[in-house]
């Protein structure tokens, strides 16, 4: 494959290194954005499952513009994995699971709660579509308790979902807690990728609710209000986010844009920091281990 | 075939049980239970609701069995009784499924009515079978999310070994709260744990492409099924070894070995110190997803919805190698006979006879040559040993029949034509000898001299000599390779060939021709098998094998069916129609000289299968022996697509005998499958073609009853057109293949880069997009338009011209009126027109009149402008439509419905006056799926069909009245087809319809219509 065939395959890939976003998914954020204006008067801003920092990076350029004092607007980025330094953004290397996260977020905000919370954690896909959605829908859930813990009432939770087999289940679970959940494509989001993202606005959670780290929340059952298979099935009000006009992320786009004279190739701007795949791939620059 | 037709399920393979003749199979929601001896599917039991099969798990007595997955488990009473000799069981149903709260990675039997689960959040839940009752749930400290466990029954407590995401693995007993100790070293997830406590041995395999074995670093003298002995004991990583070259997903550890299975498809044996003992490739590249053992068989389950048996005796015993020692002088070309004795061609200007048997050379014969240059060729019976040198002495000799073997010499001659360059038998009687200036001179025996046949011109080309060289059965024809890829047609009587086949193989020319049943098949050094139609003396290409080693010699059996050849410096024998290497050897590659041979042998009371080669290396004699039986692997279900099929299209006979599948999917394939139930239900890929990328979609026209053009296209902006023909050869069905058109927009790599390096060529700025979907529309007598919507927002019009004799395929222009990808096609008649559909990523819909506006003498008006419109236009979807159907219901009115990404149906009446909208009334339902709404199909009785990656078949009807437009749920099922891309209608009558699903995999079942 040459050097550009990859810009050429994916138009926002290319944008996001143009811009210098650290992935594609930047975009994503920023179309959620155009459409519920989720930033509105935001100061305190959570990202979980951050790494490489792509949202954090458009969470601090979006953020400051909500306060006239740049240290009013407080962006704490969590992630299992070590993420390369971003200004602005206060890192905490850990697990969304653990209550000593959620009290670090706290912490960070001096004891006040934050506004919104944002995950686009995905898991490790392994190729079997039920495991995948079952362990994205859990990493979800873990995503909202941590929430349940750090969030305001009335704050929003935006987190990217799996639209498989039994999503319906999660749909009804949050709807527990917010007022108003919709799922969203942003117009970046490729049109068949299984990925969406639910936008959960006013956090209302159920009268008596304790938020508690001690039980992962598990997911729902098939019920009568949501059937296995049937007319009932608890499905939320669908949007696409982005600009009509914005690009299109399965749309084959030639190097040159329209109004563009010039093309030049960029490095991605963060390489994946120590994947697991690095041992072999060290043990086997110089040998062939297919043999 | 009797109708109606039968559930069929073909999708990953999640779980497998290997019970001595019997093997269980959790394919989707469903067991299936396979004898083993017959190859025959016993029974299928529905175990599970909406959920994949991920485990079976046999009691100690084997009188009841846990299937497990996801979130559930039922129980099965096993029956076991006796056909004939043989132990069979039966799977009885007796409780569930049972829905936990939370997905279960491992399941054990505790008691004989009680068992204990881990699910995925380190929780081990016991439950009682009996009163279906969650007796107690002991939550580990550690919470995280587990990718795998393993649970092991102690005297005294039960086991836990988690798989974290965090690259550990925490072991634990139920009852303690403290774990006991963690296995710390994989950099990745850990996909799977598999531990023998009697060996005290345990198996991890990681996302970080390693396996790890543990064992204890201390000693414990308590036995290691106690508690004591766990929480004394310390275990740590004695190997950490590397044999995938992707994930490894699954391990076995059987009484003296550890099985690994990978993404990448390769099964790896261990021994228990690490060391690989064989690597065996055997889900077509797809991932391997499930494994068991016992003392015989491996079974293992794949992402290519096969299931699979391997000998065990593959790991230890990989066939007999041998030096064979005899006095030999310097070797130089060797070659098996009839009798499979060895004929030995040493640089002392001698022919040496090495008889097998008594394992020593018995003749030498001396040659009387003047050249060291030297050309050795066997018939093809291998009964005669052709042997000359440049100068043109010629010796043919020939191996006795009957008796003590022998080599009786039968011609010594010198040939008076100059240099001699080549020289190939040709079938038995014929030798085809090339000389200086292209001069070709057949040969044939005359008492022990020569005569001449016939003689032909080669062509001029660089190194003008033959590689191969064929005959057909009557001897009147003749087809010779040369050294630049070409293959010549020669008939007697004409010196010049009568047909010419340009590149048919790479540089090195086709290494063998055969020619029988009206038909030519080459093999080459590109690593393909190639075959042409040779019908009424006219050449059509057919089809093309690729194969996945490069250098492909010949054919080992006369069914053209097991193939040899090499791949770099191993020697591969590869069967064609289960698609599988069934011996590889190391031998150093394919330009030494070597020999291999097929035969029947028997072993005791039964036949087997032999492959013996034999080869030159260090002027050393080699010979190494494979029993195919003890090496070869089986499929007991067939596979299929690897990858997510994106496009089916099927195809039922008119006598509903047999079911043809006609499938392109992600794995770049695109394959004709056959379905009948003759002998048990099967399925197979009878035809498998190849594409440069994924391949989007399939689209049939028929022309013949059992005749169809078939196009296909997708990434690369590749298009590619054969005519299939469904035949009944001797009540076998097959498949026929004529390739057409492989067209690439922009040309292909050598095409565009000439022989420029990827160094000296510039930057392309123009990307090369995908084809998304595509249109025949039949426009004369074998004349057709085809249209195909590309990812560049520009739909492409292509005129197609086929006859029996010519085909011509050229671009007819380019339509640029979208702004986005367009995503989606469909053609109907309206008014007696062809009306096209065309769909984007943003939700549009527009109509194109394809009959009076876009056909050919039309088109050339169109080329390269703008000005095309449609004659309708409107937006329905939110964002991206994935799925379209339409049909006319009057002279001015039509129906269309669209799916899309926005998980709605919009379904759409509009009236046309003149082909101008004159009325429109539209419903829109977003609550049928919840997801992708990805297939759509109008049935009669105002029914829709549709379906979604959420795996759901919806059945709605729509109604059209005073109030407008609606359309209300009938009914819904679920499919266990996950990624579901489409739903094609099979068959369809007025209480029920028997349609496909495809995603990956595919599951063809029954819809019932409402009374």
Known sequence: MGKTSKDKRDIYYRLAKEEGWRARSAFKLLQINEEYNIFDGVLRAVDLCAAPGSWSQVLTKKLRQNSEAEDDVKIVAVDLQAMAPLPGVKQIQGDITKLSTANEIIKEFEGLKADLVVCDGAPDVTGLHDIDEYVQSQLLLAALNITTHVLKNGGVFVAKIFRGKDVTLLYSQLKQFFSFVTVSKPRSSRNSSIEAFVVCQNYQPPDGYVPTMANPLLDHKYCDFNEFTGPNRFIVPFNACGDLSAYDSDTSYSLLLEGQTTYEYREPVQAPINPPYKEILDKTKNIDIRK | ?1011
């Open chain 2, 1 to 1011: 075939m009797s109708v109606p037709i039968p559930h069929i399920i073909k999708t990953d393979i999640t779980a497998v049980k290997l019970f001595g003749n019997i093997v269980l199979a959790g394919i989707g929601s469903w067991a299936h239970v396979y004898d083993l001896v017959s190859n025959k599917l016993l029974q299928t039991v529905h175990a599970l609701r909406g959920q994949k099969i991920y485990g079976f798990i046999p009691s100690k007595d084997e009188r009841n069995i846990i299937i497990f997955g996801g979130k559930q488990f039922s129980i099965a009473s096993i029956d076991w009784s006796f056909d004939g000799d043989r132990k069979v069981l039966r799977l009885n149903p007796r409780v569930g499924p049972i829905i936990c709260d939370d997905w279960l990675h491992a399941v054990v039997w505790t008691k004989e009515e009680e068992i204990a689960a881990l699910t995925a959040h380190n929780v081990v839940q016991v439950w009682n079978t009996s009163q279906e009752r969650l007796i107690t749930s002991s939550h580990s400290k550690d919470n995280s999310i587990l990718y795998s466990g393993c649970l092991v029954p102690l005297d005294d407590d039960v086991l836990v070994l988690a798989g974290t995401v965090f690259t550990d693995v925490i072991i634990h007993a139920c009852s303690e709260a403290e774990p006991l100790m963690s296995l710390k070293g994989h950099r990745g997830v850990i996909f799977s744990i598999s531990c023998d406590i009697q060996k005290q041995l345990i198996v991890t395999t990681s996302d970080d492409r390693s396996i790890r074995i543990w064992g204890p670093s201390t000693t414990v003298t308590t036995p290691a099924n106690t508690k004591e002995y766990w929480k004394t004991v310390a275990y740590d990583s004695k190997y950490e070894v590397y044999g995938h070259t992707a994930r490894v997903m699954r391990s076995y550890i059987t009484d003296d070995l550890i099985i690994s299975v990978g993404e990448d498809s390769v099964v790896c044996f261990w021994d228990f110190q690490g060391n690989i003992l064989k690597k065996n490739m055997a889900h077509q590249n797809g991932c391997i997803w499930s494994l068991d053992a016992d003392r015989n068989n491996l079974v293992t389950g794949g992402g290519d919805s096969s299931l699979v048996l391997h000998p065990l005796t593959v790991a230890k015993e990989y066939g007999e190698h041998e030096i064979l020692h005899a006095d030999v002088g310097n070797p130089k070309k060797i070659y098996f006979t009839t009798r499979r004795n060895i004929v030995i061609l040493n640089e002392r200007d001698e022919l040496q006879f090495y008889d097998v048997e008594l394992k020593s050379v018995t003749e030498t014969h001396k040659l009387a040559h003047e050249s060291t240059y030297k050309l050795m060729s066997l018939s093809s019976c291998k009964q005669f040993v052709a042997v000359a040198d440049m100068a043109g002495n010629l010796d043919v000799f020939a191996e006795t029949c009957k008796g003590e073997p022998t080599l009786r010499k039968l011609v010594n001659t010198k040939l008076k034509f100059g240099k001699i360059l080549s020289m190939h038998w040709a079938g038995n009687r014929h030798l085809v000898v090339c000389s200086d200036n292209g001069n070709i001179t057949v040969l044939a025996s005359k008492g022990n001299e020569v005569e001449t046949v016939t003689n032909f011109f080669l062509p001029q080309s660089k190194e003008r000599w033959l590689t191969a060289a064929g005959i057909d059965s009557k001897s009147r024809l003749f087809a010779v390779g040369d050294r630049c890829g070409n293959v010549h047609i020669y008939i007697i009587g004409k010196n010049n060939p009568v047909k010419t086949l340009n590149k048919v193989h790479g540089r090195y020319g086709p290494t063998s021709i055969t020619i029988k049943n009206n038909g030519i098949i080459t093999t080459g050094r590109d690593g393909t098998i190639k075959h042409f139609d040779l019908t009424n003396d006219t050449v059509k290409y057919m089809k093309s094998i690729d194969l996945n080693f490069e250098w492909v010699e010949k054919f080992l059996d006369k069914n053209e069916n097991i193939v040899c050849g090499f791949q770099e410096r191993v020697f591969v024998v590869y069967d064609i129609t289960n698609r599988s290497k069934l011996v590889e050897v190391p031998c150093g590659g394919g330009h030494r000289s070597w020999d291999a041979v097929r035969y029947i042998e028997q072993i005791q009371d039964n036949y087997d299968e032999f492959i013996k080669l034999i080869y030159l290396k260090n002027s050393e004699l080699h010979e190494s022996i494979f029993q195919l039986g003890k090496i070869v692997s089986r499929n007991i279900v067939n596979g299929s697509h690897t990858k997510e099929i994106n496009c089916l299209q099927s195809h039922l006979l008119e006598d509903k005998s047999a079911m043809y599948f006609i499938s392109g999917g992600e794995d770049t394939t695109l394959r004709i499958s056959i379905y009948n139930t003759e002998n048990g239900p099967s399925f197979h890929d009878s035809a498998i073609f190849k594409h440069l990328s994924s391949i989007r979609t399939v689209k049939t026209f028929n022309l013949d009853n059992n005749k169809i053009l078939l196009v296909s296209a997708g990434g690369r902006a590749q298009i590619c057109i054969k005519v299939i023909e469904f035949k009944d050869i001797e009540n076998k069905l097959t498949v026929e293949s004529e390739e057409l058109v492989d067209y690439q927009v922009k040309g292909t790599d050598k095409e565009r880069k000439g022989n420029q390096n990827w160094k000296s060529c510039g930057v392309d700025f123009d990307p090369e997009m995908r084809m998304m979907d595509i249109e025949v529309i039949k426009v004369d007598h074998g004349k057709f338009l085809i249209v195909a919507a590309c990812s560049d927002a520009i739909l492409r019009l292509y005129e197609f011209e086929y006859s029996d004799n010519k085909n011509s395929f050229k671009p007819a222009g380019e339509i640029k009126y979208h702004k986005t990808c367009i995503l989606k096609t469909k053609t109907f008649r309206f008014q007696d027109k062809d009306i096209l559909i065309t769909c984007t990523t943003r939700g549009q819909v527009a109509f194109w009149n394809v009959t009076d506006n876009l056909t050919s003498n039309k088109i050339e008006h169109h080329i390269n402008s703008n000005d095309a419109k449609p004659f309708y236009m409107t937006t329905t979807n939110k964002s991206g439509i994935n799925s379209i159907n339409a049909k006319e219901l009057s002279k001015e009115e039509v129906i269309f419905a669209t799916g899309g990404d926005d998980n709605a149906i919009h379904v759409n009446y509009i009236k046309f006056k003149e082909f101008k909208c004159v009325e429109k009334q539209g419903t829109k339902v977003d609550n049928f799926h919840c997801s992708e709404v990805t297939g759509l199909s109008f049935m009669d009785r105002n029914l829709i069909l549709s379906t979604s990656i959420d795996q759901r078949i919806t059945l709605s009807k729509y109604e059209i009245n005073d109030d407008g437009l609606t359309c209300n749920f009938v009914s819904q099922r679920y499919s266990d087809v996950p990624d579901i891309q489409g739903i094609d209608v099979i068959c369809e009558t007025s209480d029920n319809a028997t349609v496909c699903v495809f995603g990956k995999g595919l599951e063809v079942l029954n819809v019932d219509k409402p009374r």
